[in-house]
């Protein structure tokens, strides 16, 4: 057994298979986007899930003061996509959506949309855990999940 340090941690996270969302806003025609891949569902009665976002990261006072968001679960052929909202300077342009009736930005090919509206945030280790309410979805059961594993996309 190997001595637990912070990149072994990392690297035993990653044995992790997860699907790979952007959760996205619109603050004052502003629209923000995030890959996120800790999503998880927390509820069925009410309705809620969570992710989290690293307390670095930018435009996160943004997503806080947010009421309404949408987490966009996408599909493996958005690989590129997910690449695009990792980035800190990440743009939209390129990027097909729509505005919903909540206002949040909803990608076009996705897997799923959830619309939500945010419950709760806390602040735990180096990350803020949002909890939401989905008020909205949209579910597009002809495609398959965009996954990642080991550090890399899995199409």
Partial sequence: MKKFNNKLFRQTLSKF??????????????IIGKTVNSFSA??????????????????????????????????????EISKNFAKKDSKWKNIPFKLSKLNSPIIDKSLANLECQIVKSLKEGDHIIVICKVVNLYLNDKLKPLLYFNSNYIK
């Fill in 42 to 79: 927390l509820s069925l009665k009410p309705p809620l899930v969570l992710f989290c976002l690293d307390k670095k990261t930018s435009d996160l006072k943004e997503f806080i003061k947010n009421n309404y968001l949408s987490i966009n679960i996408l599909s493996n052929k958005q690989s």
């Fill in 17 to 30: 298979a997860t699907g790979v969302t952007v959760v996205a806003i619109n603050s004052n025609e502003k």
